[in-house]
C-alpha cells in the first residue's frame, strides 16, 4: 500500500522558518518524482516545488523560488520542503504527492493527507 505521510507543519511569525518532512512507503522511491502543492481557504491548489529521485532535476514555483528548498533522502524515503523566509500567504495546507517518472509531472496519483502551515504577519 502506497503511503505519504507529510509532518513539520506549525505555526510561525513572518519571517520564520518550517522545515516539512513527506515519507514515502509502498513503492521504489528512487523511481518517483516527488512533489509539494499546498491550498489555502477558498483558493485552487498549487503546486510549489517537485524533485525527481532518478536525476535530482527540481521545480520551483515562481512564488517560493528563493525562499524554499527540495531535497530528498533516498536512503530514508523522505523528502523535505525547507521553507524559508515565510510570509503571510504562505499559509496553506501542504501536500505531498508521488508520481512513477523521472521528471516533474502534471498530474500525481498518490497523495498525503496534508500539514498545517500558519504564518502570521
Known amino acids: 500500500e502506497v503511503q505519504l505521510v507529510e509532518s513539520g507543519g506549525g505555526s510561525v511569525q513572518a519571517g520564520g522558518s518550517l522545515r516539512l518532512s513527506c515519507v514515502a512507503s509502498?513503492?521504489?522511491?528512487?523511481?518517483?518524482?516527488i512533489g509539494w502543492f499546498r491550498q489555502a481557504p477558498g483558493k485552487e491548489r498549487e503546486g510549489v516545488s517537485c524533485i525527481s529521485n532518478s536525476n535530482g532535476s527540481t521545480y520551483y514555483a515562481d512564488s517560493v523560488k528563493g525562499r524554499f528548498t527540495i531535497s530528498s533522502d533516498n536512503a530514508k524515503n523522505t523528502v523535505y520542503l525547507q521553507m524559508n523566509s515565510l510570509k503571510a500567504e504562505d499559509t496553506a495546507v501542504y501536500y505531498c504527492?508521488?508520481?512513477?517518472?523521472?521528471?516533474?509531472?502534471?498530474?500525481?496519483?498518490?497523495w498525503g493527507q496534508g500539514t498545517q502551515v500558519t504564518v502570521s504577519s
Open positions: 504527492a508521488a508520481q512513477y517518472g523521472s521528471s516533474c509531472p502534471f498530474e500525481y496519483d498518490y
Open positions: 509502498g513503492f521504489t522511491f528512487d523511481d518517483y518524482a
